[in-house]
């Protein structure tokens, strides 16, 4: 007897992987939390395979990524097919709009990404459903069936998925001009071992651009210097602005929106580079091909040039 995906278990599945329980899940399908468990577990028990792993966040196994990748996939090509079969038979409505999952790190967020985007998205009649990571973990959300694509600092390509180049974030050491003026030497420079001294403003645990600059140019690894964590990007900036501390911000944040009266680089010489590529499902919707090139045009404009070839 040939199996059968049932359209009801799969939207329980994807409902609760999206929403990270089954409660929710059940809110947002107007189900009750026993209707969705029964429907998931039927599901595994026709595939024979545990496809979630229950817990405070309840997330994808493996086999459960790979079948969310799947059904992902033949959702968006049946939406490809009604859009363009709808054009065809209702020439009087306009295009449906559609909703694309998509991973981006903050700080692109805050700077490039949405500007970048914002009037083609529009033209594109697309909507975007946005899960915020640092760019070294918002491929994690692309491997497990999470997202369509994701802005991520992950060179390599991921199985089944194609990368594309879209430039540099250059990111600067930065603090405010009184604290700045403590950590001076006779000669006007600026001692690294007194800035150390100080607390570092860090966005969150995952943020380990600080680190790299240190042992990038001063060769310090493991430094124990104090640290204030602000994960939102207007807190950590203020929290800089207001003397808290010294932190790594993007050059496009210093030349767009920070104060240069409230916050100075602290050595203009010394930077570190952070080169960003957009990943995507090599069976991509027309769509999800539609934002690629928008993001690919966003970068173009916004970002320095990608330190290798296309």
Not at 7 to 30: I, T
Not at 201 to 226: C, E
Request: glycine residues 6%; positive net charge; aromatic residues 6%.
């Amino acid at each position: 007897m040939s199996l059968h995906l049932d359209p009801k278990q799969l939207d329980a599945l994807l409902a609760v992987v999206e929403h990270g329980s089954f409660s929710k899940a059940a809110a947002a399908l107007r189900l009750t939390l026993a209707a969705v468990s029964l429907r998931v577990g039927a599901l595994e028990a026709a595939l024979g395979q545990r496809l979630l792993v229950r817990g405070k966040r309840t997330t994808p196994t493996p086999s459960g990524q790979q079948l969310l990748v799947h059904v992902r996939g033949v959702r968006a090509l049946e939406a490809d097919f009604l859009s363009s079969f709808q054009g065809t038979t209702d020439t009087g409505k306009s295009r449906p709009m559609h909703i694309l999952r998509v991973a981006v790190n903050a700080d692109s967020l805050a700077t490039w990404f949405l500007p970048g985007v914002r009037d083609a998205l529009k033209r594109q009649r697309l909507l975007l459903d946005l899960v915020i990571d640092d760019q070294d973990y918002t491929l994690e959300a692309l491997k497990q069936g999470e997202v369509v694509g994701c802005v991520t600092s992950q060179q390599a390509p991921m199985a089944g998925c194609t990368t594309v180049p879209l430039g540099v974030m250059r990111y600067h050491c930065i603090a405010a001009p009184s604290l700045i003026d403590k950590w001076r030497l006779p000669s006007g420079g600026v001692s690294v071992h007194r800035m150390l001294r100080s607390p570092a403003v860090i966005f969150n645990r995952k943020d380990g651009l600080q680190d790299l600059f240190l042992k990038n140019h001063f060769h310090i690894t493991h430094a124990p210097y104090p640290r204030h964590f602000v994960p939102a990007v207007d807190g950590f900036e203020c929290a800089i602005t207001e003397g808290l501390g010294w932190g790594m911000v993007p050059e496009i944040a210093l030349q767009t929106r920070l104060n240069p009266d409230q916050c100075e680089v602290i050595f203009p010489t010394l930077w570190v580079d952070v080169p960003l590529v957009w990943q995507h499902w090599t069976k991509a919707s027309n769509p999800t091909n539609a934002l690629t090139k928008i993001i690919q045009k966003a970068a173009a404009t916004h970002l320095r040039r990608p330190l290798f070839a296309p």
